[in-house]
């Protein structure tokens, strides 16, 4: 927000002393949101982010979102210059309960925790690992549900391990205007647990803005590929 330099007499004549105080903006934000979803009617949510925790640069945030047939809590922590270095490391944590009895005859509970850590390979390209564990339970299952769901009446827990590699040359992360964003991410469920399954994602983003009788034109491209095989649940 601001910055104030003062000077005094050093401990010889050709040395001075600055002192240097920053006053910051604040960092910490609560945000409410809301809106209408035709799976789930009414849905709402409240967050609460701060950015830069304890004035060490970490990152912390929080979020409850739900509507009336869903409940889930978030929390997700980084620490952007992990052991003093470039790499950057996350823990997470969620909790969600879905009621879809009035629509599939079921309920679900999925609760986990996963560890991250980012690589910056070069200024617009990045690496990120993680590994998440989470139990996950179909319960509550109806006389009329279909077979598959009474299927996955059950436990089963879930260990999971993947990657994201992403180039990114937007020139406003939150509200770009010019540039592109592509990504290649993979799961790979089996490390233990119950489930096997190998995901692959592909992702690619362009943007592109310009002034067209001094209205703003803005062109965005998008597409998404998603494959899962390989799937066994013991």
Known sequence: KGVEVTAEPGSAQDRVVLNVTLIEESTGEIS????????????????????????????????????????????????????????????????????????????????????RLGIPLGEQTWLSTRYVLSREEVYEVEDDASSFVKEQEGVELVSTVGWTLSYDTRNIK??????????????????????????????????????????PFRLRGYTRWLRTFLKVRR
């Open 32 to 115: 409410f949101g809301g809106g209408y979803s035709t799976s789930e009617g009414v849905i709402a949510d409240i967050t609460f982010k701060e950015r830069n925790l304890m004035g060490r640069g970490q990152f912390l945030q929080m979020k409850v979102s739900g509507s009336l047939e869903r409940l889930q809590f978030d929390i997700n922590f980084t620490e952007p210059r992990f052991l003093d270095t470039n790499l950057a490391a996350g823990i997470d944590a969620f909790h969600k309960e879905t009621d879809y009895s009035q629509s599939s005859g079921f309920k679900s509970r999925k609760t986990g925790a996963g560890l």
């Open 174 to 215: 939150t509200t770009p205007t010019r540039g592109i964003y592509l990504e290649l991410a993979q799961d790979v469920a089996g490390l233990g647990g119950d489930v096997h399954y190998v995901r692959t994602v592909a992702e690619a983003r362009g943007y592109y803005a310009r002034a067209i009788r001094k209205a």
